[in-house]
């Protein structure tokens, strides 16, 4: 499979059987682990595959004067809704490029406890008042619903889901969203040339990066993996086969269902 093939043809979709063809490498949209004991390492040394990584999106910083224009006040909030450490970084950058102290009574609410270790970057934790939800939105609103009464800045980037905000504006919370920092499509032409049994995608944007570089993109053979329901709905959406989908009841992680798709298809059940 060629990323940037123009002279395919156009996908079709066929039976799960006719597609299930032998698996040798795989590409991975997100940076490489710098972790040695990585899942994506093991798997590879496993089954003998090739699998490298390219981020698909990148993050851009949205400049002060950017961020001035939304006119969004940050001292005038009493806690913060943190969903990624790109949130928390952005934030306490356009604070202190504002020239804004935090007050040390700033209450956070974070998505996972992953996110709220991170704030001691920038803060001492045990002096805060931060709330965290397991590892998901809907448990993280679980927690919103016990502090009504504060008023909340939700930093986050041009692309977003809407599950926290349709929450707040529903509910009829007092909150402002600052977009603090943007997705944007990564410069992926270094894959032109590049063939992959496996194309792995971890969000909707990834999806719309492939379209932005290659707009003539054809699936073809090319296996794709997606993790989450509405990374699988864009894939969908980009009338791409959906071969690979996680997490699974037996498989939580994408290297897990990426195991599982690999013996099917290379004849190790």
């Not at 395919?8 to 059987?17: A, G, I, L, M, P």
């Not at 490498?25 to 390219?54: M, T």
């Not at 969004?72 to 970084?89: E, G, K, M, P, Y």
């Not at 803060?123 to 965290?132: E, L, P, Q, S």
């Amino acid at each position: 499979m060629s990323v940037a093939s123009t002279k395919s043809v156009d996908v079709k979709v066929e039976s799960d059987k006719d597609r299930l063809k032998e698996v040798k490498s795989i590409l991975v949209s997100q940076p490489k682990p710098g972790d040695e004991n990585s899942p994506y390492l093991k798997l590879s040394e496993k089954y003998n595959l090739k699998i490298d990584f390219k981020p698909f999106i990148q993050i851009e910083p949205v400049d002060l004067k950017e961020f001035r224009q939304q006119k969004v006040d940050i001292l005038s909030h009493s806690a913060v809704i943190f969903t990624s450490r790109n949130a928390v970084d952005h934030f306490f950058r356009l604070a202190l490029e504002s020239k804004v102290e935090v007050p040390t009574d700033m209450k956070y609410f974070c998505i996972s406890e992953q996110t709220a270790n991170y704030l001691q970057k920038y803060i001492v934790i045990r002096k805060r008042k931060i709330f965290t939800g397991e590892r998901t939105a809907n448990e993280l609103l679980e927690v919103l619903k016990k502090h009504k009464e504060e008023k909340y800045i939700f930093p986050c980037s041009n692309i977003r889901k809407n599950d926290i905000p349709e929450f707040l504006e529903q509910n009829e919370y007092t909150y402002s969203e600052a977009i603090m920092y943007k997705t944007v499509a990564s410069d992926l032409s270094d894959l032109s040339d590049i063939k992959y049994d496996i194309i792995a995608f971890f969000s909707p944007s990834g999806i719309n990066s492939l379209f932005v570089n290659f707009p003539e993109f054809k699936q073809n053979n090319t296996r794709i993996a997606a993790f989450g329901p509405t990374t699988a709905l864009a894939v969908r959406n980009a009338d791409l086969v959906l071969d690979i989908e996680a997490p699974l009841p037996n498989a939580p992680s994408m290297t897990g269902a990426l195991e599982l798709y690999v013996r099917r298809a290379n004849g190790l059940l």
